[in-house]
């Protein structure tokens, strides 16, 4: 084996411990969120708030950077309703995690779908099953959701933000896991 594809060997399990620390990383997040969810949920709520809001400046600076009047005009009309949104996430977190709530139903019922097609594309690679698998449990979860919504909006969005946390962590553990098998298998050739 040459110098040269015993650094990119060394380079290349260094991403998959990287990737296998960040998965790591989200279980144990999951798991403080199902601990905690009534904090987490309110977490969310604020944190998307900022986001809407931050996001509603800039679409504001880039309208108003804007040469032409239309644009200017849908950017900022976009900016103020993100803003207002954003505000009032912020002003009512409790009222703004029950409509956070339902829109996490329909991410997961997205995220279900999106990842069950990834799925099918890396069907033939090792550790795919798990992308299987977490698309089930995100298409479970979204039906929790709009099944429960707005009774136990207080508890639903942490405790499912977590559980889908640590299952997306899992999937993505194990197919680092599988992958980085594959590359050392490779690189002892």
């Known amino acids: 084996m040459s110098a040269t594809s015993t650094q990119l060997a060394g380079s290349i399990k260094k991403i998959f411990n990287w990737t296998i620390a ?40 880039y309208g108003w950077q804007a040469h032409e009047k239309a644009t200017l005009f849908w950017e900022l009309l976009l900016g103020l309703v993100y803003i207002a949104t954003g505000v009032y996430l912020l002003w009512n977190p409790v009222l703004g995690l029950a409509s956070l ?9 997205v995220e279900a779908i999106l990842e069950f097609v990834l799925a099918i594309r890396l069907r033939p690679l090792p550790g795919s099953g798990w992308l299987f698998f977490d698309s089930i449990v995100s298409l ?36 680092s896991l599988a992958a980085r098998k594959v590359v050392v298998k490779v690189a002892a050739v």
């Not at 339902?102 to 997961?108: E, N, S």
């Open 140 to 175: 479970i979860l979204a039906f929790l959701i709009w099944r429960t919504w707005p009774l136990s909006a207080l508890w639903v969005i942490g405790t499912l933000v977590g559980l889908s946390m640590i299952f997306s962590g899992t999937a993505r553990l194990m197919i």
């Open 101 to 109: 709530t339902f829109g996490l139903a329909i991410y997961l019922l």
């Open 22 to 61: 960040l998965s790591i990383l989200l279980i144990i997040a999951g798991v403080f969120a199902m601990i905690l969810p009534p904090i987490a949920g309110l977490g969310v709520t604020i944190f998307v708030g900022w986001m809407l809001l931050f996001s509603g400046v800039a679409h504001i600076v």
